[in-house]
């Protein structure tokens, strides 16, 4: 089974910033997506970013472009969130998860992330 954990998570003030990282027990992670995403107290858990395979294509949501930057190190099965100029509507779990082409089926743990005003 893939597993996944996150880490890098804490208390930061706003404008601050915190790097995400989940670290993959997989074989062949440059096979998978690679995707974050976060649930807020009292939200629907919401796709932050995504990244392709190789690193080629990323995406995210317009909440954090501009503000967020994933990547990830295949060689280290790792996939990273750097969060910049945070606010504390970034409040939230952030999860990552692997889409090996069928879905997003593999979820971390996730790590909490608190943004102070």
């Known amino acids: 089974q893939v597993q996944l954990v996150e880490s890098g998570g804490g208390l930061v003030q706003a404008g601050g910033s915190l790097r995400l990282s989940c670290a993959a027990s997989?074989?062949?992670?440059?096979?998978?997506?690679m995707g974050w995403f976060r649930r807020a107290p009292g939200k629907e858990r919401e796709r932050v970013a995504s990244?392709?395979?190789?690193?080629?294509?990323?995406d995210y949501s317009d909440s954090v472009k501009g503000r967020f930057t994933i990547s990830r190190d295949n060689a280290k099965n790792t996939v990273y969130l750097q969060m910049n100029s945070l606010k504390p509507e970034d409040t939230a779990v952030y999860y990552c998860?692997?889409?090996?082409?069928?879905?997003?089926?593999?979820w971390g743990q996730g790590t909490q992330v608190t943004v102070s005003s």
């Open positions: 998860a692997a889409n090996a082409g069928v879905g997003y089926r593999y």
């Open positions: 997989v074989r062949t992670f440059s096979a998978y997506y």
């Open positions: 990244i392709s395979w190789s690193g080629g294509n990323t």
